[in-house]
């Protein structure tokens, strides 16, 4: 009950560019895990949705396993479990590099995408499939009618779930703080154990992830109304 806030101390000197540091590289983290995520999504899509048995079953054994298994095991793997797996030559790179952001990106992309997929194809799977019959019997070939004709209408269906996986992917970044990355989470909890003023510093990390999350929101409704007025004209 003697508890004294002191916000002051939160955001002087070396605890305030912490913070900002720390939202620097949640950025980063997070934007280059969308763009990746985004890729691999639409790619596991057209895979799942071929003819090539294959491909099907690699994408929809993708999907499941990504699915089913809780990010940080995910994260603890790729970090601690992948190893063996990797080239040599990606190996040494990769350890020249910041491994923990490097590994950090892998497993929000990979499990990302997973969630993205099923979104795309449930927005491909809404469209009437006369449009990709007209299209092959204009002469495009299955790639071109997905890339040309019926992506572009998936993705302007699927605008309300994927703003949902993006804010996800986000706020999931936080979990990389369990093998080092330096985010805003693990800076909040750096000034927390230098502070001792936990409610102070965690307060300040909430409303940095609430205020990023609502700008992503913002910024993809505002492109989706504005697509929407140019199609209508």
């Known amino acids: 009950m003697n508890y004294k806030f002191n916000w002051a101390l939160i955001f002087s000197g070396e605890y305030g560019r912490w913070f900002i540091d720390g939202l620097s590289v949640t950025l980063q983290l997070s934007g280059l895990s969308i763009?990746?995520?985004?890729?691999?999504?639409?790619?596991?899509?057209?895979?799942?949705?071929?003819?090539?048995?294959?491909?099907?079953?690699?994408?929809?054994?993708?999907?499941?396993?990504?699915?089913?298994?809780?990010?940080?095991?995910?994260?603890?793997?790729?970090?601690?479990?992948?190893?063996?797996?990797?080239?040599?030559?990606?190996?040494?790179?990769?350890?020249?590099q910041n491994i923990e952001f490097a590994t950090g990106v892998i497993a929000l992309s990979t499990y990302t995408a997973a969630f993205i997929a099923e979104e795309l194809r449930s927005g491909i799977l809404s469209i009437p499939k006369t449009q990709l019959e007209a299209s092959r019997a204009t002469g495009l070939s299955f790639m071109q009618a997905m890339g040309h004709v019926i992506l572009p209408q998936a993705f302007r269906i699927?605008?309300?779930?994927?703003?949902?996986?993006?804010?996800?992917?986000?706020?999931?970044?936080?979990?990389?703080m369990t093998i080092g990355v330096m985010e805003l989470t693990y800076m909040a909890r750096q000034v927390e154990a230098h502070t001792f003023h936990g409610f102070?510093?965690?307060?300040?990390?909430?409303?940095?992830?609430?205020?990023?999350?609502?700008?992503?929101?913002?910024?993809?409704?505002?492109?989706n109304k504005r697509c929407l007025r140019v199609s209508s004209r």
Not at 200 to 223: C, D, H, K, W
């Open 35 to 96: 763009i990746l995520a985004l890729l691999m999504g639409t790619l596991l899509t057209v895979m799942r949705l071929s003819r090539v048995k294959p491909l099907v079953w690699f994408s929809v054994g993708y999907i499941e396993f990504f699915r089913n298994t809780p990010l940080v095991v995910q994260i603890f793997f790729w970090y601690f479990g992948s190893d063996p797996m990797l080239p040599g030559f990606f190996k040494e790179w990769l350890y020249r």
């Open 158 to 176: 699927i605008i309300p779930p994927l703003i949902s996986q993006f804010l996800n992917l986000i706020k999931n970044s936080s979990l990389a």
């Open 200 to 223: 102070e510093a965690f307060t300040v990390s909430t409303l940095m992830y609430l205020s990023l999350s609502l700008l992503v929101s913002l910024a993809i409704n505002q492109y």
